[in-house]
């Protein structure tokens, strides 16, 4: 079974312009969480997608939005870049039921604004 | 608000040693505890979790305690191995709810 994938995995943008990602979950996975990971703060939670809706959200600002597809496909958007979205982001996946917190991680998407 | 807590940003022991990671939590209503390990460029790999219901979860080498009153739960890794070496995170949820992550304890296993 292939695993979680993350696309693409290194972007350099500089300030005031805007990216998406991508991630591909597990097959059969519906569940789809993104983070933020920066050196001494661990992974901050983003959203939480199940089903094509948001169903859990971090305290991240508006800048930061998701969207998750018929085929469990997510992609993630931040607008108007800042230095400080400088991080790695991760993407989950995971049944989204019982199962949920046991989350199968991609390899991340590595984000440098200048 | 850090309500996962991992105090310890680094630990350093030898083969065959046991390695004890910490992390302390301030929410009463988590009810599950995850610990995940990281290698650099590769993500999060899931490693063992525990139920609130449970004080102490065991696979192989790895094995979890939870002591509720304390809102402490520990890793315990024996014996280490080099290969163990990574960056440890511990992660709380709420029964649906979002998993909170600690900052991460980079251990290093010392041949």
């Known amino acids: 079974k292939a695993g979680v994938t993350q696309t693409p995995r290194y972007l350099i943008k500089t300030r005031g312009q805007q990216v998406t990602l991508s991630c591909s979950p597990i097959?059969?996975?519906?569940?789809v969480s993104w983070y933020q990971q920066t050196p001494g703060q661990g992974l901050q939670f983003l959203f939480e997608?199940?089903?094509?809706?948001?169903?859990n959200k971090g305290n991240f600002p508006g800048r930061f939005s998701g969207r998750q597809f018929s085929n469990s496909r997510s992609e993630m958007n931040v607008s108007t870049l800042e230095l400080g979205d400088s991080a790695l982001y991760l993407c989950?996946?995971?049944?989204?039921?019982?199962?949920?917190?046991?989350?199968?991680f991609g390899p991340g998407t590595r984000l440098t604004v200048l | 608000d850090q309500q996962v807590k991992q105090n310890s940003p680094s630990l350093s022991v030898q083969e065959g040693r046991i390695s004890i990671l910490n992390c302390d939590y301030t929410?009463?209503?988590?009810?599950?505890f995850l610990w995940y390990k990281k290698y650099p460029a590769e993500g999060p790999t899931f490693l063992i979790s525990?139920?609130?219901?449970?004080d102490k979860n065991e696979d192989g080498r790895f094995t979890v305690f939870l002591n509720k009153s304390a809102k402490h739960l520990s890793l315990h890794i024996v014996p280490s191995q080099p290969g163990d070496s990574a960056v440890y995170f511990c992660?709380?949820?709420?029964?649906?709810?979002?998993?909170?992550f600690g900052q991460g304890t980079e251990l290093s296993v010392k041949p």
């Open positions: 989950a996946s995971s049944t989204g039921g019982a199962s949920y917190n046991e989350q199968f």
């Open positions: 992660a709380a949820s709420r029964q649906g709810g979002k998993l909170i």
């Open positions: 525990i139920s609130s219901i449970k």
């Open positions: 097959s059969g996975h519906r569940s």
């Open positions: 929410n009463s209503m988590f009810d599950y």
């Open positions: 997608y199940f089903s094509e809706t948001q169903r």
